[in-house]
């Protein structure tokens, strides 16, 4: 597996960058989509993978409900293991877990659940930008830009 990764398709190397994206995962998440380009938005990503909530809306109301499930189901499985582990005691610190963290921090059970389906979610979308445009990941990139947003601030002129 690791040989095929390497060799075969080395740009599983790129999705490896971010914590808990093994091998596997980033094997099947581009075998799954095959081309980046085929998806013109990462915010497509997944809906793709059916990692959205179903919607039956009506006049009268617009209930939470289930997500999809459309698509692969072995991709959807290994990002939200990836996410489960992310937000688990042993994560490395990062823009994502922090905001799932976040998330699952707002309420209950169901509110942890859903705060790991939603960190799938943008783990998709995080892998297939990289996937496009070959980047170095970098962990805390919101925290710091924030931070020296705010150094500046308080640097007199």
């Known amino acids: 597996m ?8 080395p740009e ?4 490896q960058q ?5 091998p596997h995962t980033a094997l099947r998440f ?3 989509i095959e081309d980046p380009s085929r998806i013109e938005r990462s915010r497509d990503v997944g ?3 059916g990692l959205t909530p179903k919607r039956k809306q009506s ?9 999809t499930k459309a698509g692969d189901n072995e991709v959807r499985r290994h990002l939200v293991q990836c996410a489960q582990q992310m937000l688990g005691p042993f994560g ?6 922090r905001w799932g963290l976040e998330l699952a921090a707002r309420g209950g059970k169901t509110t942890k659940k859903k705060a790991v389906i939603a960190v799938a979610r943008k783990l998709a979308v995080l892998l297939h930008t990289l996937w496009r445009t070959g980047e170095v990941y970098e962990p805390l990139r919101n925290a710091n830009r924030t931070a020296k947003k705010q150094g500046a601030a308080a ?3």
């Open 2 to 9: 690791i040989r095929l990764t390497k060799e075969v398709y």
């Open 12 to 15: 599983t190397q790129v999705l």
């Open 18 to 22: 971010v914590d808990r994206v093994g």
């Open 30 to 32: 581009i075998l799954t």
């Open 47 to 49: 809906g793709y993978l």
């Open 59 to 67: 006049g009268k109301g617009d209930p939470e409900m289930r997500i």
């Open 92 to 97: 490395k610190d990062s823009d994502l877990r």
């Open 155 to 157: 640097v007199p002129a």
